[in-house]
């Protein structure tokens, strides 16, 4: 933003700064030992704090924490964050993206109106020329069209998309960038308790006595999350943590053991654990009798088969085994099984993108559930496995709304009759609206735009010119497909992009999420976006009303009204439409009235709209108890916490496969990955984050101090590998693969230390774009792509 | 003013410092080198931490030398008000084109 010459700004040196600088100084204070003390709150609606600005609730805009953010806001702009010490998730902490939130708004370089491309460069509009480009281009051939979102999609957002596509367009080709993070942890879920998200919740890390880590990094992707756990050392309190990864991190500092696998090993490992459970006795048979069926088979369905078979199918993943195939000695895979045998020591499993990228994701999330359910360490405060979320709402809107190629809202799927009859009923368009077959996922939807079988998109919220695999093989004809991109920041996909719409961003928006553990969580916008940028919900509900008036029959509802037809308390339509209209009204209020319904269906009962603007998030279910208190719920399938449960189960798992009420343990094999190294490409490649950046870093890196503390991407290389190649820090090095190349600075001994023969790149550098490099090699379930592991040469330049 | 001709931009900042009470005196030794720094009322677990800081820089740099002080299990940051900041310009990273 530039400064507005003609307002008089004080001198730095004049007393009136000094004061107001002492002032802001003794309120930063009394906010740090608040959060020592745990004393002070602010309250969730907006007020005026001591400080002269007015604090307001927020979930935070980056990961899938769902930290709660209390933002200060001075003269219409964002001026001070702090951690919200009401928010039960983090407690007034805040890790150093989640303070930097505000700053993250007022990068110079923020879209501030509607660009078209016109002979080849992107040149400003008015919202009336792009709403009727994109219209148009629509109107032309509607089942050629998809739309690509996002985890960070609010709640709204999300809803809108999808009854805009589905319940409109009946063009089922929506899917969201959480294809690419999370999506085998909802099919692992799904095949394991027939049911997406996970049973447990954050109080499990309070109570634990051990916490593992499959190939996670969370002292760096979800620092509060780590100082929950870490804090409690410094409390007295013993707190074991075993990382188990390909790379020392942070996270491996704090921890007591590391135990350094074999990419794609995690599989034998989870399956060496149970069968060293069950050879030794030392299981919870009451336990996993009670509450599981076994079931074997490498797809979805599988074949019932009995304990006994299991067992003798287990006999392949012995030490040796998991040593050959997992990289783990045998001593250290029996300090797992011991972890595992002792009946009173509680365990949580954590896990995101290091296990849920993987050819195998699917069948990795059942076998980790597998030595939970063996074990009888699961549905009891402390114990559980549980996977992290990487982004703010994966959960609430891509996992909650349905926003995938499969899905309809409140877990429906469009291959069900009943189901879409549901949904029809609920929007209010005509029986025989939605289409039945699936749309594509994430990888299918850009191969499809690749090969021209699709002619356009709509992405919002995400960047996929940068995040996708193997981009020469998926991305690099977007620029000759009708793009529309609705984004804050220019990154590398609106450079591809025919249109490009100019967003408003977290508080320059209501908004709603919903985090890793079942939080639904809401705010209210606090200032106005820049220029002419609007909200994402609007965008997609002015070209439905375009599409309304140039007579396309899926924008009517039955009684042959527009689709997104609502009224006002009084009854009177609001034509939210029209921005002036969607301005003074609360359409988050209205959208998400209308889909909470949904989430009654298959028992997620997010809490009524108002309740979760007086709370700091409530975690589904919701239901009101006989006090007449809307009651969230902890552990889900647990008796006495989720009311679904069946009196007397102890846990029921109610939407089991079997409809027993059990859960599944799989017999799932160790299988290699599609491409290791060889003698050309010798070294393995994993991919991933870094504290300071998030994903792409399109928002981050205008944020000058996180910019400054991480600058440019870098290879990390083991210090073995380095010196046997003669590369010092520093040191340029090209790394090549079968798809791409790219030359990166070398970093030794730096923040972490890959495994001997391995190398790791982040991928938040839009000018280092190591998915050039990265393999096109995805879960045949969940769909997710695998950024964890390709072969690649390294040599120094 | 800075080296560009602008005028200053002075971040405040608040940061829990993690540390027992047994290795409070050491930390708070480490402490009274840093300029800017106001420490209050300590408990067992830690010691709560005011800074001003004359530029964005200097705030990271501060984040980064309060982690590795002698005693300091972690500094985490608590709360951050930009108001100077945020009427300055901000810089944008450069990220060409490959």
Redesign the interface.
Known sequence: ???SKSRP?P??DVPMQTNR?DF??????????S???GTMVRPAHAAEGA?G?VWQKAPCRFCGTGCGVMV?V?NG???????DLESPVNR???C?KG??A??AL????RLTTPLIRKDGKLTPASWEEAIEAIAQHIFKDPPKFAFYGSGQWTIPEGYTVMKFMKGGLGNNHVDPNARLCMASAVVGMVTTYGVDEPSGCYDDLDTADTVILWGNNPAEMHPVLW?RI??RR??GQKVEIIDMGTRRTRSTEEADHYLEFIPQGDLAIANGICHALVKSGKLDRDWFTKHCNFRKGGDADGEAMTFEDYAKWLETYTPEFVQKFGGLRPAQLQLLVDRFADPNRKIVSLWCMGMNQHTRGTWINNLVYNVHFLSGKFGKPGSTAFSLTGQPSACGTCREVGTLGHALPGGRIVANEEHRKQCEELWNVPAGRLNPKPGHHAVALFDALQKGELTGAWVQVTNPAQSMPNLNGLTSKLNERFLVVSDVYPT?TT?QAAVVLPSAMWVEKNGMFGNSERRTQQWFKMVEPPGHARDDVWQVIAVARRLFELGHPGMKNKDGGFLFSFKDAEGRPVEIWKWDVFKATNVDKLLFDEYRPFTLMKKYALAPYDELVKSRGMRWPVVKNPEGVWKETARRFVEGEDPYVKPGSGVDFYWGKLKDGKALIWARPYEAPPEVPDEKFPFWLCTGRVLEHWHT?TMT?????L???M?RAYVELNPGDAARLNIATGDKVKITSRRGELVLPAWINGRSTPARGAVFVPFF?????IN?VTLEAHCPLSKEPDYKKCAVAVAKV | MSPAGR??V?P?????I???AEDQPRVRAGLAGLPGV?I??A?P????????TPT??A??DL??RLQQLPGV??A????????D?????????S????
Do not use: W
């Open positions: 933003m530039i400064r700004r001198k730095p600088r802001l100084k003794q309120a930063a204070l009394a906010a740090a030992s959060v020592l003390a400080d600005l200060g001075k702009r964002v001026v001070a964050v702090q951690g007034g902490l805040l150093v303070y930097h505000g700053v007022y990068g110079k370089d100082s870490v804090d410094l409390k590398v450079d870093g890196r205008r944020v000058p101090q910019h400054r503390a600058p550098a839009e000018e280092s774009l050039l | 005028p200053l002075m405040v900042s608040a940061y829990v993690r540390c027992t106001e209050g009322e408990t677990t830690g010691l709560p931490l005011a800074a001003d964005n820089r705030a990271a984040g980064e299990k972690a985490v940051l608590v709360y951050h008000n930009f108001e900041v945020a009427d300055d310009p901000v810089e944008v990273p990220a060409p084109q490959t």
